[in-house]
């Protein structure tokens, strides 16, 4: 809606945040409201600032991995294999193909396990409780995946400079095999649902629309793009690690609202089943790790595909510690088009359209100082 | 859904009985155990932890060897000390039970071992 068009008189602001049960995390969302209906749309982040960009500069290599996979509790290989790939780029490493391999198997899983988590979120935003507990107990299984194959069921740290730091034994490798049909079981009667269901149609479709056009305009990433008939993925556009090897698809879905973007997820968990499986079968044997202690100095960018999209680390190494580090986290991408999605619609479906972009947002904030109007620093 | 509601009627609970059952797999990475008679004191562990809770601790007394603490409050479970220990001297045990109500009582050791 224009400025001009606007009843401003009778408009009122429905604030969200930066507490709010609504949020798992702390963010500020502004709504104007008149009546049920959607105006106009605000958002400030930098509550939940961390600082974890500075704190890397003081660690070493090996130690940043570590560090770094805090910067996001759900999808935190992907943080971690973005720096590992990044200093391996620079100091020209061939990793060893068998880490290559186990890398790649967590970091689907985890794709797994971040979109079942997400599924059940987004079902619990449209009072589909059911689908909420069903999807978070399926997710339990990728956990238990997770411990046996690096030790922790959410700290996994399998992403080192050099490989992976857990080797994979055949007997785990057997009982991840063994545990994907499972999954994919679920994944399909999960579509199943969310094609056919009426009443979670009328919660999701035609919701949170995002055209193709403004889609590219604002440049999304991830499932939200390729919901938007954006057909973009890092692992296609630009291979990193082994995905050359395995034949999978990219999902692209026409729908550019809150339902397609839940069943492009969901059928993105098919496709990294298949992704798992074909890894598992083709693993190489030889070692997992290379010794890695100093890095020539130098700059780069690595970008991976994460479960909410890609994303980027810009570096600068010195020779034991990183210089300079920047995280560019999908979610940053991700939030300018809210507005465009969130105007005209009902105050009942802000929820279902905040979560359908996956947001994630103590991976997103940023600072940055200003004094007297001019940028002083970015941190 | 309906199939699903029926099925789950005769099915055993998705959740395990805590207190009573454990499942802990195997290569769980718990509270990391040092073991001094393998230890040469090279102080790599120290170095190569990224939170500093694994410390050495300087001998008291001249002729002691002083000791390798790991303050459960900071560590991560990260493993960078076990898997930098040349000698193996640190060990890596299932133990997760390691939550206490206050931090004196973590000090006191003694008091957890009696409840
Ligand atoms: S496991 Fe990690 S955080 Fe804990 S003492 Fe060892 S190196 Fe430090
Ligand atoms: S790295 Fe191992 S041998 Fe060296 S001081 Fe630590 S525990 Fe002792």
């Given at each position: 809606?224009?400025?001009?068009?606007?009843?401003?008189?009778?408009?009122?602001?429905?604030?969200?945040?930066?507490?709010?049960?609504?949020?798992?995390?702390?963010?500020?969302?502004?709504?104007?409201?008149?009546?049920?209906?959607?105006?106009?749309f605000d958002f400030r982040l930098g509550f939940n600032h961390r600082g974890i960009e500075k704190i890397v500069e003081s660690k070493t290599y090996s130690m940043a991995t570590t560090l770094l996979g805090k910067v996001c509790g759900i999808c935190n290989q992907a943080h971690s294999l973005a720096f590992s790939i990044g200093v391996e780029k620079i100091n020209?490493?061939?990793?060893?193909?068998?880490?290559?391999?186990?890398?790649?198997?967590?970091?689907?899983?985890?794709?797994?396990?971040?979109?079942?988590?997400?599924?059940?979120?987004?079902?619990?935003?449209?009072?589909?409780?059911?689908?909420?507990?069903h999807s978070w107990r399926e997710r339990e299984r990728t956990n238990y995946l997770f411990e046996l194959m690096t030790g922790n069921r959410i700290a996994k740290e399998m992403s080192v400079v050099g490989g992976s730091k857990w080797d994979l034994d055949e007997k785990t490798g057997k009982k991840v095999l063994s545990e994907l049909p499972n999954l994919v079981k679920f994944a399909n009667n999960m579509e199943r649902v969310f094609t056919k269901d009426k009443l979670v149609h009328k919660r999701l479709k035609e919701v949170g629309v995002l055209s193709k056009e403004e889609a590219k305009h604002f440049d999304v990433v991830g499932p939200v793009a390729r919901a938007s008939s954006l057909d973009f993925d890092i692992r296609k556009n630009s291979p990193y690690e082994?995905?050359?090897?395995?034949?999978?698809?990219?999902?692209?879905?026409?729908?550019?609202?809150?339902l397609e973007r839940t069943l492009v997820r969901i059928r993105e968990?098919?496709?990294?089943?298949?992704?798992?499986?074909?890894?598992?079968?083709?693993?190489?044997?030889?070692?997992?790790r290379l010794k890695f202690f100093k890095s020539a100095e130098g700059k780069t960018t690595s970008r991976v595909e994460a479960p909410r999209g890609e994303n980027a680390h810009f570096?600068?190494?010195?020779?034991?510690?990183?210089?300079?580090?920047?995280?560019?986290?999908?979610?940053y991408a991700n939030i300018p088009p809210l507005k465009t999605m969130l105007l005209n619609q009902k105050i009942a479906d802000v929820p279902p359209i905040i979560i359908s972009i996956d947001p994630c947002f103590s991976c997103t904030d940023r600072i940055a100082v200003y004094k007297k109007g001019e940028l002083v620093k970015r941190v | 859904m309906l199939r699903e509601v029926l099925r789950s009627i005769f099915k055993k609970p998705a959740t395990s009985s805590f207190p009573f059952e454990d499942h802990v797999p195997e290569n769980h990475r718990g509270k990391i155990k040092w073991i001094p008679e393998k230890c040469i004191y090279c102080r790599l562990c120290?170095?190569?932890?990224?939170?500093?809770?694994?410390?050495?601790?300087?001998?008291?007394?001249?002729?002691?060897?002083?000791?390798?603490?790991?303050?459960i409050g900071k560590c991560v479970?990260?493993?960078?000390?076990?898997?930098?220990?040349?000698?193996?001297?640190?060990?890596?045990?299932?133990?997760?039970?390691?939550?206490?109500?206050?931090?004196?009582?973590?000090?006191?050791?003694?008091?957890?071992?009696?409840?």
């Open positions: 809606m224009t400025d001009e068009k606007r009843d401003k008189k009778h408009e009122t602001i429905l604030p969200i945040g930066p507490f709010h049960p609504l949020l798992k995390e702390p963010e500020y969302f502004k709504v104007h409201v008149d009546g049920e209906k959607v105006t106009d020209k490493i061939t990793v060893p193909k068998r880490g290559k391999y186990i890398r790649t198997i967590t970091f689907e899983l985890e794709r797994i396990q971040s979109h079942l988590l997400w599924l059940g979120v987004m079902a619990e935003a449209i009072g589909f409780e059911t689908v909420f507990m082994v995905y050359k090897d395995f034949e999978f698809n990219v999902i692209v879905g026409d729908g550019a609202d809150c968990i098919k496709e990294s089943a298949e992704i798992i499986r074909q890894c598992i079968e083709l693993l190489p044997g030889g070692e997992h570096m600068v190494t010195g020779e034991m510690n990183p210089v300079r580090l920047k995280i560019r986290a999908p979610t | 120290e170095r190569s932890c990224p939170t500093g809770a694994c410390k050495f601790i300087p001998p008291k007394k001249a002729g002691e060897k002083g000791t390798i603490e790991i303050d479970f990260c493993y960078e000390c076990v898997l930098a220990c040349p000698k193996d001297a640190l060990e890596g045990t299932l133990d997760y039970k390691l939550a206490y109500i206050s931090k004196s009582e973590k000090a006191d050791e003694k008091l957890r071992k009696k409840n």
